[in-house]
């Protein structure tokens, strides 16, 4: 069985340009999360996916980040401009179902911004 | 809101011997399930056991076992005969059983150092 995959693993740009993630979750999982994790913290949820439907995204910085999952498959996460606290990894997380005890994660995107 | 707190930044270990990494959290919720996540320098987490509240018997993975303290919210992670390959980033992370939003609230975590 394939893994969550993300792209790319590693990204470097300057504040205030604009950055995309991709992830693409394990076949047949209906939920995915995505969670940031600042340098020696743990992960924070960032926004939960159910399908293609939003079920939270309280800790979305949305005057700069946006998420999208076209089609309940493949998600989007992107950065529109991006602060130098931004600099992180971005780890994608997919389960069966929401309430299904496993989620998997991807190996996640390490962000620089300078 | 529910918090997960681990007070052991780092620890080491002498290989083939036994460490408890400490977990406690704060919760309001009587059903939820706690983990300990791995996470090596590859940055992927990789799950290493689980216990559902409800479940009053300690969960037991191989080398890996836990002391689930309800009443206490404490979940402490036993590694027996430990391994290089153990050596990594192990978080603490806390679910709640509820449908919907139910995403992981982790711990700052514990690097762990096995000692040849």
């Known amino acids: 069985e394939a893994g969550v995959a993300q792209s790319p693993r590693y990204k470097i740009i300057e504040k205030r340009q604009s950055v995309a993630f991709w992830c693409n979750p394990i076949s047949g999982h209906a939920t995915l999360y995505w969670y940031q994790q600042i340098l020696g913290q743990g992960p924070k949820l960032l926004i939960q996916?159910?399908?293609?439907?939003?079920?939270?995204d309280s800790q979305l910085p949305k005057d700069r980040f946006s998420a999208e999952r076209l089609k309940g498959v493949d998600s989007t996460l992107k950065i529109q401009p991006a602060k130098l606290e931004d600099s992180a990894v971005y780890l994608c997380?997919?389960?069966?179902?929401?309430?299904?005890?496993?989620?998997?994660f991807g190996p996640g995107t390490r962000l620089t911004v300078t | 809101a529910q918090t997960v707190t681990q007070s052991q930044p780092e620890m080491s270990v002498q290989e083939a011997e036994t460490v408890t990494l400490s977990c406690t959290y704060d919760t309001s919720e009587s059903d939820y399930y706690l983990f300990w996540y791995k996470q090596p320098p590859s940055r992927q987490m990789i799950l290493v056991i689980r216990?559902?509240?409800?479940?009053?018997q300690n969960a037991t993975e191989n080398r890996f076992s836990v002391n689930f303290q309800k009443a206490a919210k404490s979940f402490s992670l036993k590694i027996s005969d430990s391994q290089l390959g153990d050596a990594a980033m192990y978080f603490c992370a806390y679910r709640r059983e509820k449908a919907g939003a139910n995403n992981l609230f982790f711990g700052t975590g514990t690097r762990l150092t096995v000692i040849p």
């Open positions: 216990q559902e509240a409800y479940k009053q």
């Open positions: 997380a997919s389960s069966l179902q929401g309430n299904s005890y496993e989620q998997y």
């Open positions: 996916f159910q399908n293609n439907g939003v079920v939270d």
